[in-house]
Nanobody
Framework: QVQLVESGGDLVQPGESLRLRCSASGSISSINVMAWYRQATGKARELVATITPSSITTYADSLKDRFTISRDNAATVYLQMNSLKPEDTAVYYC?????????WGKGTLVTVSS
């Protein structure tokens, strides 16, 4: 079993930056790829970025110029978000895959508003 806890969500103004953190616990040695997703109110959950154990990354095309995913060990992954826009307002979720299943965190709310 793997537990994921996101943190760092906040209310920020347009143009500001924010760094989200996802901390894993439990069977962290089994974790492979990790990712960030987001879901705005009334919209489907969408993939933001992924990162492998060797730090190979992929991004949603619309976000790759402003968002950066990083990983400092098997248990912690970050999402650096720059030049935030009101349309970035969403609950941001962490997801982790093992060889047999995947896990979700409960999310952290990011609100971008003036």
């Amino acid at each position: 079993q793997v537990q994921l806890v996101e943190s760092g969500g906040d209310l920020v103004q347009p143009g500001e930056s924010l760094r989200l953190r996802c901390s894993a616990s439990g069977s962290i040695s089994s974790i492979n790829v990790m990712a960030w997703y987001r879901q705005a109110t009334g919209k489907a959950r969408e993939l933001v970025a992924t990162i492998t154990p060797s730090s190979i990354t992929t991004y949603a095309d619309s976000l790759k110029d402003r968002f950066t995913i990083s990983r400092d060990n098997a248990a912690t992954v970050y999402l650096q978000m720059n030049s935030l826009k009101p349309e970035d307002t969403a609950v941001y979720y962490c997801r982790a895959w093992t060889q047999v299943t995947n896990y979700w965190g409960k999310g952290t709310l990011v609100t971008v508003s003036s």
